[in-house]
């Protein structure tokens, strides 16, 4: 299975901040990935799909980068409803895996 | 708008087996699309179990492999999901999905529009 790999864990930014957390694929996987947001009690929502193409009616602070093996996640400008639970996710190869999530707090 | 929404015991004993069912409203499951399911233990990450193509042909995730089955109800517009010899360790939110497409095409491991999950304790 590829292993995917997020950092932070958890990190604690103030409103108006820029917010980057990072993915590292175990292998390469082309632009072959997801990033979702969760917030407590819900279901993920697809944020960016094919490593950095926004998904329809999502805001445009949010934004990916990256092929490989290496992937970076961007908040340009942290806002109260971003606190969340943010998930990498590749879907080159079966089975499909997440990364094990970055909590976003405010400072 | 496609939704989908899961439903099942809440409740699974040891050793048996738990089934749950997506009912999916918007769209016609058995005209496109791969139809999954993906769960999440409490606290923790995510981890896909299985998907289903409209045509009836399943994936399964290799370390579940032995306990898993999914099926389609074109009828119903409903998949389900069999886990058996559950054990504690299978207690989570589960979710299903709907898989996205890129240039039309379906991709099996990416999802995007998902249930709102439901909750099952193994426990006796």
């Known amino acids: 299975d590829i292993q995917m790999t997020q950092s932070p864990s958890s990190l604690s930014a103030s409103v108006g901040d820029r917010v980057t957390i990072t993915c590292q694929a175990s292998q390469g996987i082309s632009n072959y990935l997801n990033w979702y947001q969760q917030k407590p009690g819900k279901a993920p929502k697809l944020l960016i799909y094919d490593a950095s193409n926004l998904e329809t009616g999502v805001p445009s602070r949010f934004s990916g980068s990256g092929s490989g093996t290496d992937f970076t996640f961007t908040i340009s400008s942290l806002q109260p409803e971003d606190i969340a639970r943010y998930y990498c996710q590749q879907y080159d190869n079966l089975p499909p895996t997440f990364g094990g999530g970055t909590t976003v707090e405010i400072k | 708008q496609v939704q989908l929404q899961e439903s099942g015991p809440g409740l699974v004993k040891p050793s048996e087996t738990l089934s749950l069912t997506c009912t999916v409203s918007g769209y016609s499951i058995g005209s496109g699309y791969y139809w999954g399911w993906i769960r999440q233990p409490p606290g923790k990450g995510l981890e896909w179990i299985g998907s289903?193509?409209?045509?009836?042909?399943?994936y399964y995730n290799p370390s579940l492999k032995s306990q898993v089955s999914i099926s389609l109800d074109t009828s119903k517009n409903q998949f389900s999901l069999k886990l058996s010899s559950v054990t504690a360790a299978d207690t989570a939110v589960y979710y299903c999905a709907k898989s996205q497409t890129l240039f039309g095409v379906a991709i099996i491991g990416a999802f995007d529009v998902w249930g709102q999950g439901t909750m099952v304790n193994v426990s006796s």
């Open positions: 289903i193509y409209h045509s009836g042909t399943t």
